[in-house]
């Protein structure tokens, strides 16, 4: 007797748009001019309605939601369907104008959906911090601070006549947020035993990639003035050789212990987190070095550096491109065998 199971699609889903969404916002402007990246954008496009029709088709089906926010790490996966929301609102503005009142309602939900976000986030922060030992928090809940920016950022985009209030209330709160997290994520680590190889998770880089989100909002709202923001931009390159550093030594662990291929070379929805945390990176020093009021400090080093660094984030994108159509692959033909018996 065949019992047929009820497939999940990975919540954290919503990574994939946010990572494909910021190259496209950001270091694919390195390769392509506007007119050849609309096909892109188009394809972007129709794998974000195939991605988000099948997230919120789960919603409605019994159960899902529920365990999903009974856990009060994992809950925040969340964030990464407001943050690919506002990711994909911004591309389409740029590319397809055409498509303005679409995208501006598309950008209300998301708002609306970002109010609601936040109850669970203040519920869950709050059973985190009651049990901070009790759960293995890791940079998942930063993307708590991650969507809280991305709307900030999509308000300046959309609807620049918008109070200030709204914008810095609302980048106050993802401040709050991302310190928040990182305590918990510090002590989760400080407390307890722990192993680079299986405890170093791939989220962790949104340690880094939270700030350079900020940043992004920090600009787009004109917030600071020049000589802040390029003290703050040092802070952020230092916090991302840290955490990438550690993400080298842990890579080569795995290497020894698992070799290539499991150690790697594996897909895990994770790692899309960080093609996102890479390609935002890039996106905040481009419109950093792009605006007029921070053209003086470090102007030519910042126009190589993007020059490199965006050969990075493609690089990076093609390789996890390939993972994931691999573990498809891989997945299919497993199927394909089970069916012969």
């Given amino acids: 007797m065949n019992v047929h199971k009820r497939k999940i699609f990975n919540p954290a889903s919503g990574a994939i748009v946010m990572a494909l969404g910021i190259f496209l916002q950001g270091a694919m402007n390195h390769f392509l001019n506007q007119t050849a990246g609309r096909w892109f954008v188009f394809a972007y496009l129709l ?6 029709s099948k997230l919120f088709r789960q919603v409605f089906q019994k159960g899902f939601l529920t365990s999903l926010l009974k856990n009060p790490v994992n809950s925040f996966v969340l964030g990464s369907w407001i943050a690919g929301f506002s990711v994909l609102s911004i591309v389409l503005e740029r590319y397809l104008p055409l498509l303005h009142f679409m ?109 350079s989100i900020t940043g992004l909002a920090i600009v787009s709202t004109k917030m600071f003035q020049g000589e802040i923001l390029l003290y703050y931009w040092m802070l952020v390159l230092m ?26 070379f594996s897909y895990n929805v994770s790692q899309w987190s960080r093609n996102f945390t890479f390609g935002m990176f890039y996106a905040f020093t481009m419109v950093m070095h792009e605006n007029a009021s921070y053209k003086k400090h470090l102007y030519d080093f910042h126009e190589h550096f993007l020059s490199l660094w965006a050969w990075v984030v493609l690089i990076a994108l093609v390789i996890e491109i390939v993972l994931w159509g691999g573990e498809k692959v891989i997945k299919e033909n497993v199927k394909g065998e089970q069916g012969i018996y």
Avoid at 157 to 182: H, M, N, R
Avoid at 239 to 264: D, S, T
Wanted: glycine residues 8%; contains cysteine; positive net charge.
């Fill in 103 to 211: 995208v501006a309602a598309l950008a209300v939900v998301n708002s609306l959906l970002w109010v609601m976000f936040l109850y669970i986030c203040f519920m869950n922060f709050k059973q985190l911090w009651i049990r901070p030992a009790f759960h293995a928090t890791h940079g998942v809940v930063l993307l708590s601070a991650v969507a809280t920016q991305s709307v900030v950022i999509l308000w300046n985009e959309l609807f620049p006549s918008l109070p200030d209030i709204f914008s810095l209330s609302a980048f106050a709160l993802g401040g709050l947020f991302y310190i928040g997290g990182l305590i918990l994520i510090f002590k989760r680590y400080l407390e307890t035993d722990w192993s680079l190889t299986e405890d170093w998770t791939n989220t962790n880089c949104i340690i880094h990639g939270g700030l």
């Fill in 239 to 264: 916090i991302f050789c840290l955490v990438e550093g550690l993400e080298v030594v842990r890579a080569i662990k795995r290497i020894r212990q698992k070799g290539w291929r499991k150690g790697v």
């Fill in 47 to 52: 794998l974000s309605i195939a991605i988000y």
